[in-house]
């Protein structure tokens, strides 16, 4: 097994002496027999969009769901600006402003965008038709949903008020990938977010990211996409066999060295 | 507002009048279907209306405003349940135990005012707070012991009607004369429309619930959970909460129901129709709700209701046997969960 590589236990300070955003240390978790993260650690600096690679079933989109509350690790420690941070829904994760765009869409496809985009988040009414009646005030998220929207440049979604069901899932993938945005306060966590994008769009969420790092948004970006990838990345945590085999840059590193660290074939 | 009808976006019931247009009308292949995908209880409606039209073409007396009040009054019961029934259904759950929690909640109200001489308001009170319980029962072995609802509440049916059986030991209770519990039951006049209080306090009990699944945060999370469990989760939403929530409503309507059916009857007794848990099921898939969750809204319900009960009533004043009735039910139910189907097809 390949541990050698590991760097010494976060929240080690990085070269400027930054504390990590959200670091983990040593999370370990199963799914029944099969150990998704076997003792994965985990950094993420301020201001900068760390890439996560690895093959199929390295345990990536386990960690992230460690990291964003969606799953509880049965071992092991996260911190947020290296404080103890114990995420056990993720409501909690939010509530800290880390948002994410998940693998498998969290989208409810019933729902028009702009319910899906402040769904968990509603706005209600100003006086007593809001705080006695709890009534939704539904043109005033309509109206900020789709600010957000023109903001954030994702011009596949045209009307806020069409379900989201009647979107492609390229759309639908925008939807997630808009509200993560819209609404990520410290954090945003996207896995695999291009996979069900064409080329135009794919551009434009790399796009998108661009700007949310050019804000000094922390990105955490999964995706199988080595190009999108050594674009994109300041860094590269390559993730194998539930643990992160290690840390690259693109500046010293080629694709051909990510693959062959990711597959095992050679250590950093 | 621009308000799709299929979801909690809607207005509450009756309110859609003001929605200039179906927001995802032409975005399928065939309209029909796009309507129906976008306003869900049209298709209810449109039914209610031709069998009210063609009931009165065998018998004038049909739409007469003395057979609509009877009508009306006969409906509160089922309409109640069916009601408590829709939130169930909307989160994908479903209520086998409702017909026997009424019953269970209305033999407390009526044991506790006639037996034990306790105070109507409080017999009442006590009896809401049992009909809350059954909902809680029903929401723990859904949340907490993670039993899927048409078992749960398979296995609290038998609960509930034994209990219910029990306490009642086989008596009618008549509740006096001018006692509160009867006040469901007085005949309100409005016009030559004779309802009651009954039917008031179902129409009021509609209007609430679908504003809360229309117009606040709690419905749309309904929707949501009913639609996909699992996005909801990772949206934040509490979804274990939220369901107990959908079951401690739909027990408080049950509650409600079992005043009004005191009211009706005049007694209360366990030897009430076996149909009720089936009944509202029924009103609900014909309303147009769907048993997959996260589609329908409530005016589709009550129109599911009117529907039985017109059928009921129309083929009985039409001299029709009791077999056709459920002959004719029965047909209405596979056409609305066929239709359903062909609706949903829509989103893959
Ligand atoms: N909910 C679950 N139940 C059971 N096993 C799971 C579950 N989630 C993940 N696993 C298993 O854990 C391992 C890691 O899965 P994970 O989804 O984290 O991989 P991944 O790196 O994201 O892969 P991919 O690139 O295919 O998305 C896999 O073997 C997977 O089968
Ligand atoms: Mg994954």
């Known amino acids: ?268 | 507002m621009r308000a799709r009808a299929g979801g909690p976006a809607d207005p509450v019931p009756g309110g859609s009048a003001a929605d200039p247009g179906p927001a995802g009308a032409a975005r399928f292949g065939n309209p029909v279907q796009s309507l129906l995908h976008s306003y869900p209880s049209l298709g209810p409606f449109a039914v209610l209306v031709l069998a009210c039209v063609v009931f009165d073409l065998f018998n004038s007396r049909f739409l007469g405003m003395a057979n609509l009040s009877i009508m009306l009054q006969q409906v509160a019961v089922v309409g109640l349940l069916a009601l408590g029934q829709t939130v169930i259904i909307l989160t994908a759950g479903i209520d086998l135990s409702v017909g026997a929690a009424m019953i269970l909640a209305q033999m407390v109200m009526a044991g506790l005012a006639v037996t034990n001489g306790c105070p109507v308001v409080l017999a009442l009170a006590v009896g809401l707070l049992v009909a809350l319980l059954t909902g809680l029962v029903n929401g723990f072995l859904v949340t907490r012991f993670h039993v899927p609802p048409f078992i749960g509440t398979l296995g609290t049916l038998g609960v509930f009607t034994a209990v219910g059986l029990k306490y009642a030991n086989g008596q009618t209770l008549s509740p006096k004369p001018g006692s509160f519990l009867l006040w469901t039951g007085k005949i309100v006049t409005l016009g030559s429309f004779h309802i009651t209080v009954g039917v008031l306090m179902m129409i009021a009990l509609y209007l609430i619930v679908g504003y809360a699944l229309g117009r606040t945060a709690w419905g749309k999370h309904v929707y949501a959970v009913g639609d996909e469990p699992e996005a909801a989760r990772l949206t934040g939403i509490n979804t274990a909460r939220l369901l107990l929530s959908v079951y401690l409503v739909a027990g408080l309507v049950y509650g409600v129901a079992a005043w009004v059916q005191i009211g009706r009857v005049g007694d209360a007794s366990t030897d009430i129709s076996s149909t009720l848990n089936l009944d509202s099921i029924t009103a609900v898939v014909i309303g147009g709700v769907s048993l997959f969750g996260g589609r329908g809204m409530v005016l589709g319900t009550l129109f599911g209701a009117l529907i039985v009960q017109v059928f009921q009533n129309g083929l009985a004043l039409a001299g029709v046997q009791d077999l056709y009735q459920q002959l004719a039910e029965g047909l209405l139910v596979i056409a609305a969960v066929s239709l359903d189907r062909w609706i949903r097809k829509v989103r893959s």
């Open chain 1, 1 to 268: 097994m390949n541990t050698t590589t590991n760097p010494p236990r976060p929240p080690a300070p990085d070269a400027a002496g930054r504390t990590p955003v959200l670091a983990a240390r040593d999370l370990v978790k199963s799914y029944g027999r099969v150990e998704a993260l076997r003792g994965a650690d985990f950094e993420l600096f301020p201001g900068e969009v760390l890439a996560v690679i690895g093959d199929n079933g390295a345990g990536k989109s386990t960690l992230i769901k460690c990291l964003s509350g969606a799953a509880v690790p049965d071992s092991g420690t996260l911190l947020l600006d290296g404080a103890p941070a114990d995420f056990r829904t993720p409501a909690q994760a939010k509530a800290a402003g880390i948002e994410t765009v998940y693998q498998t869409l969290a989208v409810t496809p019933a729902l028009d965008i702009a319910s899906n985009l402040y769904l968990g988040r509603e706005i209600r009414r100003k006086g007593p038709l809001g705080t006695l009646l709890r009534m939704l005030d539904t043109a005033a998220m309509r109206k900020q949903a789709e600010e957000h929207i023109k903001r954030l440049g994702i011009a596949t979604l045209q009307d806020i008020t069409q379900p989201v069901e009647t979107l492609s899932g390229g759309q639908r993938q925008a939807v997630a990938v808009a509200r993560a945005a819209a609404f990520g306060s410290k954090v945003v966590i996207l896995d695999e977010p291009t996979a069900a994008l064409g080329v135009r769009e794919s551009g434009q969420v790399a796009e998108l990211i661009k700007r949310l790092r050019d804000h000094g948004m922390p990105i955490v970006l999964i995706s199988h996409d080595m190009p999108v990838v050594f674009e994109l990345a300041d860094r590269i945590h390559v993730q194998r066999l539930g643990r992160r085999a290690a840390v690259i840059s693109p500046a010293t590193h080629s694709m051909e060295d990510a693959v062959a660290i990711m597959t095992g074939a050679r250590t950093a």
